[in-house]
């Protein structure tokens, strides 16, 4: 039953086939992960990903959520009703399987079941499917060539486990064409379907700031880059054309409006600034990098200290004034 996770792509069976609208690689996949705390509580987890782009969720009633406009891809509403109802006997059905099971496969409470499945696209060389079962975060199980293996030799929970499924020949024979034929028209469906959103290109903003000092006679430098689409982007500290080997990067985060945003830091010796700048190159952009100069974020903070305290000197000086005639 661990596979029965996989027919939510089944409904894709009767899609048409589309020509690659983008020349790229492409990951479709899907992550579930159930932990079995004991015989009668089971937390199960779900989520559909378009690369590093989630396309479904389930809310805490089990029911499939569509997070973009065109997770559906090219489908019918009756192809949609299936994939909800497969996602729903898969829910009830595995941990009935797994608590019965248990104690012949040696499962020990609590214990979590991990499975990602899915496929990528490479334009000009073809397609690759996978899927991997783990256990308590570390693979024991995998299918290829229509076959279940063993990822750990020596762990009897995956030999248990594997001679069990590999039974089910109909089944696997399923799991393989959905793998190899299903999941790749899907991507291709909805690649064409959210084209537009995909493809779309999205300016980055650029701005400097400093971070807290990582030690004494030393600055910390921070080149924020938000706002930008495609995720590929380029991102140095960088004095004249040299890249400055003591820079760091953050993980890419995505903004809620689909957009993302990156930090990049620079350790360096407070009398070394001169001369830094942050250089951004995205697609977006044409060819015309953004080009963040320290020196001037410098002078610009001083304009802004100078902004603030001129008013402020008049206010107290004509409030003096003021109290004096008064």
């Known amino acids: 039953m661990l596979f029965l996770q996989i027919p939510l792509l089944a409904v894709l069976l009767t899609a048409g086939d589309n020509d690659d609208a983008f020349q790229e690689e492409f990951t479709f996949k899907l992550i579930h992960s159930s932990s079995f705390y004991n015989h009668s509580w089971v937390k199960s987890r779900n989520s559909l990903w378009l690369g590093d782009l989630q396309t ?19 489908f019918s509403k009756e192809e949609i009703n299936k994939l909800i109802e497969f996602h729903r006997l898969f829910s009830i059905e595995m941990p009935h399987e797994l ?20 496929c990528e696209l490479h334009p000009g060389e073809g397609k690759v499917v996978f899927l991997q079962v783990a256990y308590q975060g570390t693979e024991f199980l995998h299918f290829q060539n229509n076959s279940w293996w063993p990822s750990v030799q020596d762990e009897i929970k995956a030999q248990l486990m594997c001679r069990r499924i590999s039974q089910y020949h109909i089944a696997n024979k399923i799991i393989q064409r959905i793998l190899s034929d299903t999941c790749p028209r899907f991507l291709s469906s909805i690649l064409d379907a959210g084209k537009f959103d995909l493809q779309r290109e999205v300016k980055p903003e650029a701005w400097l700031s400093t971070g807290p000092n990582p030690g004494p006679d030393r600055q910390m430098l921070v080149c924020h880059v938000s706002g930008f689409h495609p995720k590929p982007i380029w991102v140095k500290w960088m004095r004249g054309e040299q890249v400055q080997q003591g820079t760091q990067q953050s993980g890419i985060l995505p903004n809620a409006d689909g957009t ?67």
């Open 56 to 74: 479904h969720g389930w809310d805490t009633f089990g029911r499939v959520i569509f997070l973009r406009p065109w997770s559906h891809g090219n």
């Open 99 to 118: 608590h019965r099971h248990a104690s012949q496969w040696q499962l020990k409470y609590p214990f979590d079941i991990q499975i990602i499945a899915g």
């Open 260 to 326: 993302w945003y990156l930090q990049v830091f620079l350790d360096v010796e407070a009398t070394e600034t001169s001369g830094l700048y942050c250089r951004v190159r995205h697609s977006s952009l044409g060819g015309q990098d953004i080009l963040l100069y320290l020196e001037h974020h410098h002078n610009s903070v001083g304009w802004i200290i100078l902004a603030v305290m001129v008013p402020l000197v008049l206010l107290t000086a004509l409030a003096f004034w003021l109290r004096k005639r008064w």
